[in-house]
């Protein structure tokens, strides 16, 4: 019984090895998931483990967004990879400088004809890794102690997203201020995915210089470095509500005194012109408009 089933493996196995070409087309790659970096060269590998028929039909299709197109076809590179790239042995293609773009699914379709098999496929995904740009960062330039705050720092073009870290004074803060014996006392939070870097309560010691960093498998990319003050107490709050009322009355004030003014001016001008049209003409108006002024603000003044 054990012979039997011993022989019986053995026929299998021998079949299987001396055969291979009744089996027909087999594909097989190294990478089924390849990551390049954006302008540099990548290779997607697409082996022919058995085959026999002499020349078989090789293609290559891009799938993007589920949509399929000819990268290599009738012996030649097109479409999207047309000057860009070349077939190696035996059915690999290579990118000389890929692109962003050059992200989605490849497929590598080989047909034997003259095999009994006669036809395998495989798909390898491609993702380009993108080095980040500069992010945009937002300091607020002055925040009172004790109050919340929040910094940000944004960035997206790197692929993969890129994680955000931020540093004060050219330091970097660690994600969590308690790991830290000098920030210890800080109220700081980092979400290293969105770039926030949130206060709950500012203290005069987090005033300084702040920049972030976007850095991804690519490479990373800083924004300058910008200053954030911090005051004891509301100076700028007071300052901006005291000028708010100064202007405020400013401006009540100018206006009772100008329709005030108009109304006297209105009056006089009837009543002066009358009779001293003829020795002057705008001179008048003039002494009269300030005079009228004076008056009033020497009688607010009393
Ligand atoms: C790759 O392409 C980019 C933009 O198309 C170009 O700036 C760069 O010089 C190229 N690199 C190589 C090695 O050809
Ligand atoms: C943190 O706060 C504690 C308690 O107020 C204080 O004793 C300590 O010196 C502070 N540490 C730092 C580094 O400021």
Redesign the pocket.
């Known amino acids: 019984m054990a012979n039997a089933r011993l022989i019986a493996c053995f026929i299998l196995y021998t079949s299987l090895g001396h055969v291979p070409s009744s089996l027909g087309v087999i594909l097989r790659t190294t990478d089924k998931i390849v990551w390049a970096n954006e302008f540099e060269p990548i290779e997607l590998t697409c082996l022919i483990e058995s085959i026999s028929t002499n020349n078989p039909r090789i293609e290559w299709k891009k799938i993007k967004n589920g949509v399929p197109s000819y990268v290599y076809f009738q012996n030649r590179i097109a479409g999207d990879l047309e000057h860009r790239a070349q077939l190696r042995e035996p059915a690999n293609i290579l990118i000389f400088n890929t692109t962003r773009s050059d992200t989605a699914e490849y497929r590598c379709e080989v047909a034997a004809i003259d095999d009994q098999r006669d036809f395998d496929e495989i798909l390898i995904s491609l993702a380009v890794r993108v080095k980040p740009v500069v992010p945009r960062c937002s300091v607020p330039e002055a925040v009172t102690v004790g109050t919340s705050t929040e910094l940000r720092c944004l960035e997206n073009e790197g692929f993969p997203a890129p994680q955000y870290r931020w540093f004060h004074n050219s330091e970097e803060l660690p994600q969590d201020p308690k790991n830290s014996?000098?920030?210890?006392?800080s109220s700081y939070s980092i979400n290293p995915d969105t770039g926030g870097l949130k206060f709950r309560r500012v203290r005069k010691?987090d005033a300084g210089e702040y920049y972030c960093q976007a850095k991804n498998d690519a490479g990373h990319a800083q924004c300058p470095s910008q200053t954030m003050e911090v005051y004891d107490v509301d100076i700028l709050g007071i300052f901006l509500k005291g000028f708010g009322a100064v202007v405020l009355f400013i401006c009540v004030f100018a206006t009772i005194c100008h329709s005030l003014k108009r109304g006297c001016f209105d009056k006089k001008g009837h009543n002066e012109n009358n009779y001293n049209w003829p020795a002057q003409n705008d001179g008048v108006d003039y002494g009269d408009a300030d005079e009228g002024h004076f008056r009033h603000k020497s009688s607010f003044i009393i």
């Open positions: 014996p000098r920030l210890v006392n010691e």
